[in-house]
């Protein structure tokens, strides 16, 4: 069995993912060309080597027209703010230049955001206005995820406990606690904890994709590994800042 196995020590955004599945390609600017051209609108996404704690990565940056949007992973969430419905977003989608079964997995993702945050307002789905998870950085990272994870073939994710940090973020709608309101809610189910780094380690997006590709939480299993790739996030802690993917064999 194919087997990817993630490790969320340091919580999980999706361009910290993004970046751990394409060290796992043999080519990673082939998939870069290749993500650039679907048709993501206004938006060019690039990649660079990054270094923390002495552990060498790939971070993910998204750039809209001439300007870098900053990831939701650095906490700026009062920025930049684009207030899309769900429709909106599904439109965006339905235009990509991708196969229908990543679109389907894509939007299956945003309702699983949608869902969250109709929890915390009080609202219906439709009525739900996104907002850092709107912006076409987000939109990038988890069609990226998806693409990516449709390549390498797995079969089956496993994931850690995942850290996710501890103490207030501040969001377009405030100051908010960690993990935020959206956020928490779909850790619901999900083995999680708070560690010692005092931040948000994970976004909406970056808890979306994994629980919506996981089968099993639980520590590295036995395997065969074969690739191993390191995303970076933009911040720095004591510790390395980074998901790490491990691709392998198993009979698990």
């Keep these: 069995m194919k087997l990817l196995y993630l490790e969320c020590n340091m919580g999980v955004a999706g ?16 998939f870069i060309k290749e993500i ?42 009062h920025k930049h703010h684009t207030h899309l419905k769900m429709s909106d ?11 229908e079964t990543i ?32 912006r076409m950085d987000a939109i990038a990272d988890i069609t990226g995820c998806v693409m990516l994870l449709h390549k390498l073939g797995v079969e ?3 994931t850690s406990p995942i850290n996710v940090g ?8 405030g100051m908010l606690p960690v993990p935020a309101p959206a956020t928490a809610y779909m850790l619901e189910g999900i083995p999680c904890y708070a560690g010692q780094i005092e931040g948000e380690l994970c976004t909406p997006t970056g808890i979306a994709l994994v629980k919506y590709i996981t089968k099993e939480y639980a520590n590295m299993p036995g395997m065969i590994i074969e690739k191993i790739g390191y995303g970076m996030g933009k911040k720095d ?13 198993s009979d698990v």
């Design 15 to 30: 361009d910290m993912l993004m970046g751990a599945l394409l060290e796992l390609l043999p080519d990673k600017e082939d």
């Design 36 to 77: 650039n051209k679907i048709g993501i609108p206004n938006t060019k996404i690039e990649m660079s080597s990054s270094t923390k704690c002495g552990i060498v990565g790939t971070q993910m940056s998204v750039r809209i027209g001439e300007i870098e949007e900053e990831s939701i992973e650095t906490n700026n969430h």
């Design 89 to 99: 977003i599904e439109h965006i989608i339905d235009c990509l230049q991708i196969e």
């Design 103 to 134: 679109k389907t997995d894509i939007k299956n993702i945003y309702h699983m955001i949608a869902d969250a945050e109709s929890r915390v307002h009080g609202k219906e789905v439709t009525e739900i206005h996104f907002h850092e998870v709107g």
């Design 156 to 158: 089956k994710v496993i």
């Design 166 to 173: 501890f103490g207030q973020v501040n969001c377009s709608h």
């Design 237 to 249: 802690y004591r510790a390395v800042n980074c998901v790490r993917a491990i691709l392998g064999k």
